[in-house]
């Protein structure tokens, strides 16, 4: 059954998803196509990134993608538009961890390949985003952003400047476009079992079942945050049940950002039930 058919909270709407081959965006491929969304998977990935799109069946493609190409955004962009008549939704969320370690031993190389993608290429996606969507006076922009971008300390340093980039860019892409009917939002996972942690605290990118087992150590609630979370966010900000939802920074971090502690204060350790 066509994606537009089988109905949905996406149902007949257009989705390009970067980092679309792995993780978050994969989770999300999933979850926009179950929803009814055409999706098109833009990533650097040839090889997950197809069998994704195949897995899916119709109403999915895999467009292959560098988000450090502005040659290749801008066509991504245009063949949402030439195929499927509009380009409803963009999540920019290619990502990579970079440049990593001490700021004074930072490879300026590293750093500019961390700000290529992560930064530039989300810009990249909001500009080719909006050159499509602003002449329909309608669309959505969905951002991943960090907890690094929010507060120090929990990220590489070139990583955390970028994320936090990516806030303020929304921001104000936010504030140009809401006339125009199209939304920008931002996203901020917390530690999610993907290929990203799997590579940094499990025994490799594809070891995600050891990732799920070392984030089980840091877990803020219950379990580990999974695609599948962020997928859901994403689903509400791309929705029309968000019509009038714009320039949030909406975390899923199981309180990372939002509700650090609990401070001693607020456990009972104190007896007295106000402090004079
Ligand atoms: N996993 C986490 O704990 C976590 C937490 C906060 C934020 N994030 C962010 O979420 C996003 C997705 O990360 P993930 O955890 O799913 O990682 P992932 O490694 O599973 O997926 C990232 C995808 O981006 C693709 N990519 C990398 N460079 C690209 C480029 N130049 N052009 C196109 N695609 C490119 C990769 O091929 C990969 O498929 C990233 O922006 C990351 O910074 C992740």
């Given at each position: 059954m066509r994606p537009a058919e089988r109905g949905g909270r996406l149902a007949g709407k257009v989705?390009?998803?970067?980092?679309?081959?792995?993780?978050?965006?994969?989770?999300?491929?999933?979850?926009?196509?179950?929803?009814?969304?055409?999706?098109?998977?833009?990533?650097?990935?040839?090889?997950?990134?197809?069998?994704?799109a195949e897995e899916l069946g119709e109403g999915a493609e895999f467009v292959r993608t560098d988000v450090t190409r502005e040659?290749?955004?801008?066509?991504?962009?245009?063949?949402?538009?030439?195929?499927?008549?509009?380009?409803?939704?963009m999540f920019n969320n290619a990502g990579i961890m970079g440049a990593l370690g001490p700021v004074d031993r930072t490879r300026m190389a590293d750093a500019d390949l961390t700000i290529a993608v992560n930064l530039r290429g989300v810009l990249c996606g909001m500009k080719h985003a909006a050159r499509v969507m602003k002449p329909r006076r309608s669309g959505a922009i969905i951002s991943t952003s960090s907890p690094a971008g929010i507060v120090g300390g929990v990220g590489p340093h070139v990583y955390s400047a970028v994320k936090a980039g990516i806030v303020g860019l929304s921001g104000s892409?936010?504030?140009?476009?809401?006339?125009y009917g199209v939304r920008s939002n931002v996203i901020v996972p917390g530690a999610v079992v993907s290929a990203m942690t799997a590579g940094l605290v499990a025994g490799g990118a594809a070891d995600?079942?050891?990732?799920?087992?070392?984030?089980?150590?840091?877990?803020?609630?219950?379990?580990?945050?999974?695609?599948?979370?962020?997928?859901?966010?994403a689903l509400y900000l791309a929705s029309d049940e968000a019509a009038l939802v714009t320039g949030v920074v909406l975390p899923v971090d199981a309180g990372m950002t939002g509700a650090g502690g609990p401070s001693p204060f607020a456990t009972g350790k104190y007896e007295e039930p106000t402090f004079k």
């Open positions: 989705a390009a998803i970067t980092g679309g081959a792995s993780g978050i965006g994969a989770g999300t491929a999933r979850r926009f196509h179950a929803e009814g969304a055409r999706v098109l998977i833009a990533d650097l990935q040839e090889g997950p990134g197809r069998a994704l040659e290749d955004v801008a066509a991504l962009a245009d063949r949402a538009v030439e195929r499927h008549g509009a380009l409803d939704v892409v936010a504030a140009e476009l809401r006339r995600l079942a050891g990732a799920e087992a070392a984030l089980d150590g840091t877990k803020y609630m219950d379990r580990p945050l999974r695609p599948a979370d962020v997928a859901a966010a």
